[in-house]
């Protein structure tokens, strides 16, 4: 059946390559949640710092179940232990690729407002990546009636979605707004005189209007720390 083993070998590679791939976001999550300015957003980035160590040791019991610790290095003498990192055989470059792009992002002058949108949007990459990978893998488990895998790997997929909405959440509610506030603090006198007609700047009037009240909420929830960020740069 050179199918179905082609198709388990491209599930035993998707899944070493998930391996490296949560090894590695465990290693770059702790400086997003550093570089997080929102309180709500540190504690979702720490939230799936947590669910991501219990999905790669997850990870570990699919292999168990697929048969995999066979071939794992302790078969394979001393020196194949010497060279086995935590990562396991395979190294994802796409997940180096975008925690790398996520990192440089980080390293950028910005403000805390926005730093948090970038963040946000590095780790919803990260996410989309990883559901992506999941959702191939859980097909391919399913199309190999490996069921009780199908289900480990659906329960991560489920949490890798929950992360992804949370994020989604946290972007339209507080965090942008909070960005685009503060980018447009220069034009707050702008904005108060309303009896002018309104031209092209109509639409964003309205928004601005709406978020008025939430504007009030943000900057009650501002830390000293950001008042100082924002004071070193005026
Ligand atoms: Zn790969
Ligand atoms: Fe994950
Ligand atoms: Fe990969
Ligand atoms: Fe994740």
Redesign the pocket.
């Known amino acids: 059946m050179p199918t179905i083993e082609t198709l388990e070998g491209l599930l035993k590679h998707e899944l070493k390559d998930l391996y490296s791939a949560e090894t590695q976001?465990i290693e770059a999550l702790p400086k997003m949640i550093e570089a997080a300015f929102n309180d709500d957003l540190k504690k979702a980035l720490q939230q799936?710092l947590t669910v991501?160590k219990k999905?790669k040791q997850r990870l570990d019991d699919i292999q168990k179940l697929l048969g995999e610790e066979k071939t794992k290095p302790e078969n394979k003498g001393f020196f194949a232990n010497l060279f086995s990192s935590n990562e396991g055989e395979e190294h994802c470059k796409a997940m180096e690729g975008l925690i790398k792009e996520g990192n440089r992002l980080l390293g950028e002058d910005m403000s805390p407002e926005v730093m948090d949108a970038a963040i946000i949007a590095a780790a919803q990459k990260?996410?989309h990546y990883?559901i992506s990978s999941y959702g191939t893998a859980r097909a391919f488990a399913l199309q190999l009636q490996l069921s009780k895998v199908a289900d480990l790997l659906q329960q991560t997929l489920n949490?890798?979605y929950e992360?992804d909405d949370l994020l989604t959440e946290l972007a339209l509610s507080d965090v942008n707004l909070e960005a685009e506030l503060t980018g447009e603090d220069e034009n707050d006198i702008v904005l108060e005189e309303k009896e002018q007609p309104a031209k092209k700047q109509a639409p964003k009037k309205a928004a601005k209007k709406s978020a008025a009240p939430k504007k009030a909420k943000a900057a009650a929830k501002k830390s000293n720390k950001s008042k100082a960020a924002r004071g070193n740069k005026k």
Do not use: D, K, P
């Open positions: 976001i799936h991501t999905q990260i996410e990883e949490e890798e992360a």
